[in-house]
Structures are given as structure tokens and as C-alpha cells.
């Protein structure tokens, strides 16, 4: 059962990248399938904690903003649902874990500090420095995401019983969180780029798929952690 639906939840991410750039209309009802799908998972696996809830609101979020991000005149609701669904696992991660190691925070902080420079100065050459600004405070927040994420490496031990996995032991298994938040982080750094300093052929690709593998790494992990 379990690999049923990881095989459908696959097939349907990649037809969503298959429409994105091959038959747009349909990429409007295809892009948000694989979300509907892992919200299906949480509502397979209910729980009344708060952290469910949490993880459960971050996922709703998220699909309100691939609606809304489907339209220009609408683009700016939906990474505003974006942010709002960082913010609900920002708040899930640190009732995992805590605060970030400082020497994390630091790193992450420093790379996203770095990549800002490098796309500070590709606008530049294009003329549309404003537009960093649009930009900036969404990866502070996917930074954050990130720090947060890591605080939970460790907390998921054998002792939880795996709803969604089967069991996958070890350092895959305490990782999960922290991966899905990784890719989240690489997906919004691609998009920001991809959408202000200059498009590339295979960037929607990288976001899309990033993005559909970050959701799906959160959701298995989310349920581990709580059942």
C-alpha cells in the first residue's frame, strides 16, 4: 500500500513537470496533485497534537500557493501562503527541536548571505536591482526554515513507529526533516533566481522537483515523528 502511493505520488510530480513545459493548461490542475496527495496521507494517519496540526497547516498552505502562483495577477498571494507555510514549520521544527546549533545558524546564514551578493550583482548587469528586495525576505525566512530543520536531526529514533516509511533505520532515518528542508531551501533559491536574475532551460524542473521531493521528505517524516 505504502509503495502504491509513492509510486503514484511520483508519477503525479512528474507529469506536473511534464505539462510545466509542455501543455500549460493542464499544468494548472496537475501542478497542486502531488500536495492533495500527501494532505490524503495526514488525513490516512489523524492525530489531535498540536505539532500535526502544525505540519498538517504548513501542507494546506502550501497547496493555497501553487494555486495562486499559477496567475501573475495572483503571484504575490501565493508566495505570501508560501511564507505563511514556512512560518507553520519553522514553529513545528523548533517544538521538535529547539533552537539551532549556533554554529548552523552561521553557516546557513553565511551561504545565504553569499548567494544574495551574487544575485545582487546579476541584477545589476540587467538593470533590475529593485527587484532583489521582492526577493530577500523569502530567503531569510527558507534560511530559517533550514536552521530550525536541523535543530531535529536526532529526534527521530528507532523507538517511533514508521506510519509512512516501513522502517527505514539509521542516519536516513533521523535525516528526513533536515533533508526535505535542504531540498525546500535549494527549490527557493532556483526559483528567486530563476524569477528575478534570469531564466535557465531546466529550472522549473529543479524547482518543481525539489520542491514535490521537500513536501513528501516533510510529510514522511512529520507522521514518523508523530505516531
Not at 497542486?32 to 505540519?55: D, H, K, R
Request: some cysteine; aromatic content about 18%; glycine content about 12%.
Amino acid at each position: 500500500m505504502i509503495f502504491a502511493f509513492w509510486g503514484i505520488f511520483v508519477l503525479s510530480a512528474g507529469f506536473s513537470i511534464y505539462c510545466r513545459y509542455n501543455n500549460r493548461l493542464w499544468y494548472n490542475f496537475a501542478k497542486p496533485v502531488p500536495l492533495f496527495l500527501l494532505i490524503g496521507m495526514y488525513a490516512m494517519n489523524p492525530s489531535s497534537l498540536a505539532l500535526y496540526q502544525l505540519f498538517l497547516a504548513g501542507i494546506v498552505a502550501g497547496v493555497v500557493g501553487d494555486i495562486l502562483l499559477l496567475r501573475e495577477q495572483t503571484f504575490r498571494y501565493g508566495a505570501a501562503f508560501f511564507f505563511l507555510g514556512h512560518v507553520l514549520y519553522i514553529v513545528a521544527f523548533y517544538r521538535m527541536g529547539g533552537w539551532p546549533a549556533l554554529g548552523v545558524l552561521l553557516l546557513i546564514l553565511g551561504y545565504s548571505v553569499i548567494y544574495c551578493v551574487f544575485l545582487f550583482r546579476r541584477l545589476q548587469t540587467q538593470g533590475g536591482v529593485g527587484n532583489v528586495w521582492m526577493g530577500t525576505p523569502y530567503l531569510l525566512m527558507v534560511s530559517i526554515l533550514l536552521m530550525f530543520a536541523s535543530s531535529t536531526v536526532g529526534q527521530m529514533g528507532n523507538r517511533y513507529t514508521d506510519v509512512v516509511s516501513g522502517g527505514i533505520p539509521g542516519i536516513f532515518q533521523q535525516m528526513v526533516l533536515f533533508g526535505g528542508a535542504l531540498l525546500f531551501y535549494i527549490s527557493d533559491l532556483v526559483l528567486v533566481w530563476n524569477r528575478y536574475a534570469g531564466k535557465f532551460q531546466a529550472g522549473q524542473i529543479v524547482v518543481l522537483g525539489t520542491y514535490y521531493s521537500a513536501q513528501a521528505l516533510i510529510t514522511w517524516g512529520a507522521l514518523k515523528y508523530i505516531s
